[in-house]
């Protein structure tokens, strides 16, 4: 590899103006060409918009690979330009195990029939995070990412080359400023005068055509934001659409779930603890099933509200529909099962699940 000296001399030479008036302002000592005050305010404006899209940029990330270590993996692999092995998320694993487990215990049991209908929400529930994760991380990631590593770079490059502009032209101003008050004193200083002079005017026209050039890098900010207002809009509609989604399989699956006969109905602990009488009293108990909701009348005392967690589609014409929020009176009946209750709203009665239900006081 060549070596020129010249130039090596003439670099180093450069540097040590630079560093020679870079001291010199932070000291005082010499004088500074200030930026206008449009110029500055759009310096403040593009560096806020980095900082606070790189930390946009890295919560979002945590938020869509909360794991640390799978975050490091795909960070190397897209540095080595190589695609990522797809690997089952948290949400597939679980229901593959919960299947597995139905095969193992016998699907024909209510436990087994149970964890397969779960296992098959859990699988579909993974595949929608994927999807959701697959399509937030090239509506929004990707433009952010680009904005850092392309654009911001290109405004940090060129803010530095008008930063020594700068400093070169001051220093020029300096030299000038130097050599006419030699001149005042000796007349063989007229030709340093000229070369001042001639050094200063190629000195601005530099700084002005880089000004301009970080200018327009500056002033397209502007079209940033807009882009990532686009992304940000299209970032909300896929969690929308995500935790949507996830709501009707859940949803689904509560309603597959309420349709399974009561795994419970034949612990003869149960309906002492909730009716306290033997469930062969016939005047102390009422059976579920043959249980007529219009005859039910709520008893004089033990009445309560309760506040409705979600919405619930009644089964049959013995239960009541509820709308999540809203507040109804609920009672219980000797014999009833403890995960039911009656629910009055109105003229309108019928069983309630309590776990649909928060009990006030």
Same mark, same amino acid.
């Given at each position: ?8 001399? *003439? ?6 103006? &630079?560093?020679?008036? @870079? ?19 759009? /310096? ?11 930390? $946009? ?39 593959? +195990?919960?299947? %597995? ?6 699907? #024909?049991?209510?436990? #087994? *029939?149970?964890? $397969?209908?779960?296992? =098959?929400?859990?699988?579909?529930? #993974? ?5 959701? /994760?697959?399509?937030?991380? $090239? ?11 392309? %654009?911001?770079?290109? $405004? ?8 020594? &502009? ?68 299209? @970032? ?5 659409? +995500? ?9 689904? /699956?509560?309603?597959?779930? =309420? &349709? ?16 306290? *009488? ?46 999540? %929020? ?23 009665? #019928? ?7 928060? /009990?006030?006081?």
């Amino acid at each position: 590899m060549d070596f020129n000296v010249k130039k090596f001399a *003439s670099d180093a030479g450069i540097f040590f103006t &630079r560093a020679i008036q @870079f001291t010199g302002e932070k000291f005082g000592q010499v004088e500074k060409t200030e930026l206008d005050a449009h110029f500055e305010n759009l /310096l403040s404006r593009a560096d806020s918009t980095k900082n606070w899209t790189e930390k $946009i940029f890295r919560q979002t990330e945590v938020l869509l690979q909360p794991n640390p270590s799978s975050r490091i993996e795909e960070f190397l692999y897209e540095k080595l330009d190589r695609t990522v092995p797809s690997r089952p998320n948290n949400e597939e694993l679980l229901g593959h +195990y919960m299947q %597995d487990a139905a095969k193992d215990f016998g699907p #024909g049991t209510p436990y #087994g *029939s149970t964890l $397969i209908k779960v296992g =098959d929400c859990e699988r579909r529930l #993974g595949s929608v995070q994927r999807e959701f /994760l697959q399509t937030s991380a $090239i509506s929004f990631l990707t433009p952010l990412r680009n904005f850092l590593e392309g %654009d911001w770079r290109t $405004i940090s490059k060129e803010r530095r080359l008008l930063e020594n &502009r700068r400093l070169d032209l001051d220093s020029c101003k300096a030299r000038l400023k130097k050599a006419k008050l030699a001149e005042s004193k000796a007349a063989l200083w007229s030709e340093e005068v000229d070369k001042a002079e001639h050094e200063l005017r190629v000195a601005q026209t530099e700084f002005d055509r880089q000004a301009e050039v970080t200018r327009l890098l500056l002033e397209g900010i502007s079209s940033t934001h807009v882009n990532h207002l686009r992304c940000l809009h299209e @970032f909300v509609e896929a969690q929308t659409a +995500y935790y949507k989604q996830c709501h009707l399989h859940m949803q689904d /699956l509560q309603k597959e779930l =309420d &349709r399974f006969p009561n795994a419970f109905a034949g612990n003869p602990g149960h309906s002492m603890a909730s009716g306290g *009488s033997s469930p062969m009293d016939p005047a102390s108990a009422v059976e579920t099933d043959t249980l007529k909701i219009e005859e039910v009348q709520a008893p004089a005392t033990g009445t309560r509200k309760a506040k409705v967690l979600y919405d619930y589609d009644a089964a049959d014409t013995s239960e009541l529909s509820l709308l999540a %929020d809203e507040l109804i009176t609920v009672y219980t009946v000797p014999g009833m099962d403890s995960d039911w209750l009656v629910g009055e709203r109105g003229n309108q009665k #019928g069983k309630v699940p309590v776990t649909y239900l928060e /009990l006030l006081s």
